[in-house]
T-cell receptor
Framework: QQQVKQSPQSLIVQKGGISIINCAYE??????FPWYQQFPGKGPALLIA?????SEKKEGRFTISFNKSAKQFSLHIMDSQPGDSATYFC??????????FGQGTELSVKP | DAGVTQSPTHLIKTRGQHVTLRCSPI?????VSWYQQVLGQGPQFIFQ???????GRGNFPDRFSARQFPNYSSELNVNALLLGDSALYLC???????????FGPGTRLLVL
């Protein structure tokens, strides 16, 4: 029940295209859902986060869509660029506690 | 402003040895969490500390321990190292009670 399941494991997108990564969770106590971007050899960097009382949040080219009834949330990267090539992790937590991470999606944006 | 800092950046140890990893949180942050990230996987929660008290512990053996100091910096200790302890160890800091955690660059530990 503590798991966060992420798909796909890897994704190849053409420059200018839309990258979509999906996550699903079981624990209804989760109340915070961040997305992190990680480059090789670096620590994860917070991209964008959402709470379950909001169905969508947009920051620049990054959008989180949240479906509370389905217990699913997704990251959309618009106008994907080669510099977006990285590993993306969704995560979830409750009451400011530990983050439970998905398995990660390796995104490659081809020029 | 300086972000979360960790030391050392890389470390090579042999099985059975002990290791100490260090973390300094973002100024003003009083909570520190430790995560282990094995290659190709998401980070796994090890410990969370606030005001020098352990506030959460993940599913790791007793060989793993940590502490937080009065200046809110933290140490992670791992005893009797195993090959499977080879990983990137990440430290994250946050304001207590707020969900947003900011990660440091990590310490890459290789156990031979």
């Amino acid at each position: 029940q503590q798991q966060v399941k992420q798909s796909p494991q890897s994704l190849i997108v053409q420059k200018g295209g839309i990258s979509i990564i999906n996550c699903a969770y079981e624990n209804t106590a989760f109340d915070y859902f961040p997305w992190y971007q990680q480059f090789p050899g670096k620590g994860p960097a917070l991209l964008i986060a959402i709470r379950p009382d909001v169905s969508e949040k947009k920051e620049g080219r990054f959008t989180i869509s949240f479906n509370k009834s389905a217990k699913q949330f997704s990251l959309h990267i618009m106008d994907s660029q080669p510099g977006d090539s990285a590993t993306y992790f969704c995560a979830a937590s409750s009451e400011g506690g530990k983050l439970i991470f998905g398995q990660g999606t390796e995104l490659s944006v081809k020029p | 402003d300086a972000g979360v800092t960790q030391s050392p950046t890389h470390l090579i140890k042999t099985r059975g040895q002990h290791v100490t990893l260090r973390c300094s949180p973002i100024s003003g942050h009083k909570s520190v969490s430790w995560y282990q990230q094995v290659l190709g996987q998401g980070p796994q929660f090890i410990f969370q500390y606030y005001e020098k008290e352990e506030r959460g512990r993940g599913n790791f053996p007793d060989r793993f321990s940590a502490r937080q100091f009065p200046n809110y910096s933290s140490e992670l200790n791992v005893n009797a190292l195993l090959l499977g302890d080879s990983a990137l160890y990440l430290c994250a800091s946050s304001f207590w009670g707020q969900e947003t955690q900011y990660f440091g660059p990590g310490t890459r530990l290789l156990v031979l």
